[in-house]
């Protein structure tokens, strides 16, 4: 057994088994840690069994994980769920369903969408926007305007 | 074994080590952010030292600079995919900070800033159904 077949094999056993075992449990942002592991793993392994079995053409393959790879991971991360964690039903949000805050700023610019900037004196023109805090003053149930998340436990009781 | 050779094993060694370490601490490591600390060095280092092995033991030309492209790519993608989990994870955090949704999860326990809308969600003017009249 030559060194580049040891490494395949301690690659093989050692790193990618772990990691794909890791990619099948725990939250969202575990798997996904695990799974950017599993494609960082899988170039390393394509280059060691290139050489270890004398067929350059296996290089291509790694270069072409090595491209791809990040860009399947930022896609997945981009597509993660924003809100409870995993949530089975809450995939990739749309255009409409994203929550104003951190739709429209650039990647690195976004604030975070439940940074509420404005406590006290933007209560009426942010009533849209903060939907358990966002209650008329008389009445005791919501608005019919209000978005259908984040209906948690805010201030719908009137924060004693 | 001439010393290109050695060169490559030395190299393979040392990637596929820190390949090892980082499946380990991937397991083993309990919080979100620092699970981030065991992939960044298994793609800005360990493959990168696995594909230079590889570029050291073809010997100079056109496979071993596609192989040296590999190891850049590699590196690079790692540090930008590191950062996109990061700041998936900080979105997620403030979500469930502003949610309320804390502790659902066994390993997701953002630090305790502030309870959800605790601090003076009232204007003064007397907000909602005032519970105690």
Known sequence: MTAWQGAVLALLVGVLAPATAAVCRGTAHHRLAALSLTSTTATALLVALAQASARPSYTDVALLAAVLGPVGMLTFARCLPQGAEDTPGTDCPGPAERPPDGAGPPLGSAPLPGTDRSPGAGRPTAAGRLPGAGHPPGAGQPSDAEPPFDAGPSASDGGA | ?133
């Not at chain 2, 590699?74 to 989990?85: C, D, N």
């Not at chain 2, 955090?93 to 390993?107: K, Q």
Request: glycine share 10%.
């Open chain 2, 1 to 133: 074994m001439s010393v290109r050779h050695l060169c490559a094993v030395v190299l393979l060694l040392a990637g596929v080590g820190v390949l090892a370490l980082s499946a380990v601490a991937l397991l083993v490591l309990p919080r979100p952010y620092a699970r981030l600390h065991a992939l960044s060095p298994a793609a800005s280092l360990g493959t990168p030292l696995v594909v230079l092995a590889a570029a050291a033991e073809t010997g100079p030309g056109r496979a071993a600079l596609k192989l040296l492209f590999i190891a850049l790519l590699s590196a690079a993608g790692g540090a930008v995919t590191t950062m996109a989990l990061a700041r998936a994870q900080l979105r997620a955090d403030g979500a469930a900070r502003r949610t309320g949704a804390v502790g659902r999860s066994p390993d997701h326990t953002p630090p305790p800033v502030r309870p959800p809308d605790s601090p003076s969600p009232s204007p003064p003017g007397g907000e909602g159904a005032a519970p105690g009249t």
